[in-house]
């Protein structure tokens, strides 16, 4: 049974919320209205957290600074944005802080409770809106500096890397899947999951999108 907090200023929402993930086996250890009283709830619980669904806007601690501090002073806690904003600082803000998932809040309980357990297996969730967004945000970042090489993208990432893994990694950036990296570099898609096996074990990143918002800064 997972131990759940939700952190929104929709009283509607944080009751629905409650219901339906009570109904499915999970036990909803605090209801917070904004960041300081999350934090107030993590402090005060004996029981612990397994994962927050967390809004973004709301007076006072938005969701933003509280996933810096939940990341900081709880680091094993999972992170699931529940949010109506997708623009680009959001995304790369709350993905950059450590932010396990992003959803809508228009996508329905069956995604929510889908997303949770996918959280809870080590899995990153985005919704299908944000995605896009984030690799149009990532297109457009490599676009607008085309004279770019991985060699001046911050981090420190590349010392240890090959040239085909950088290449691979600026392809990723660029948001290319790992069938399309296999077509552009005339390679096999099993190939390039290894040489990507390889990134996330020198950059000590294994996540995909992390790792994206991270090369890119």
Request: hydrophobic share 40%; aromatic share 6%; charged share 25%.
């Amino acid at each position: 049974m997972y131990k759940v907090l939700l952190v929104d200023d929709e009283i509607l929402l944080l009751d629905s919320l409650e219901i339906i993930l009570s109904f499915n086996n999970m036990e909803i250890i605090g209801k917070a209205n904004d960041g300081t009283a999350a934090i107030h709830i993590l402090d005060s619980v004996q029981e612990g957290c397994d994962i927050a669904l967390v809004d973004l806007n709301m007076k006072g601690m938005g969701g933003i600074e509280l996933i810096k501090r939940m990341k900081a002073s709880y680091p094993k806690i999972k992170i699931l944005v529940l949010t109506t904003f997708y623009d680009d600082k959001n995304i790369t803000e709350a993905i950059a802080g450590g932010a396990d998932g992003y959803l809508l809040k228009d996508s329905g309980k069956d995604v929510i409770l889908g997303a949770v357990n996918q959280i809870m297996g080590g899995i990153t969730v985005l919704d299908p809106k944000v995605m896009t967004r984030l690799a149009s945000l990532m297109n457009n970042r490599m676009s607008s500096r085309p004279e770019e090489s991985a060699d001046k993208i911050p981090g420190g990432f590349w010392a240890d890397m090959t040239e085909r893994e950088k290449e691979i990694c600026s392809l990723m950036t660029a948001g290319l899947t790992n069938r399309q990296i296999a077509e552009r570099l005339y390679i096999s898609e099993g190939t390039v999951k290894n040489y990507i096996s390889n990134i996330y074990d020198k950059t000590g990143i294994h996540d995909r999108v992390k790792l994206i918002v991270e090369l890119k800064g």
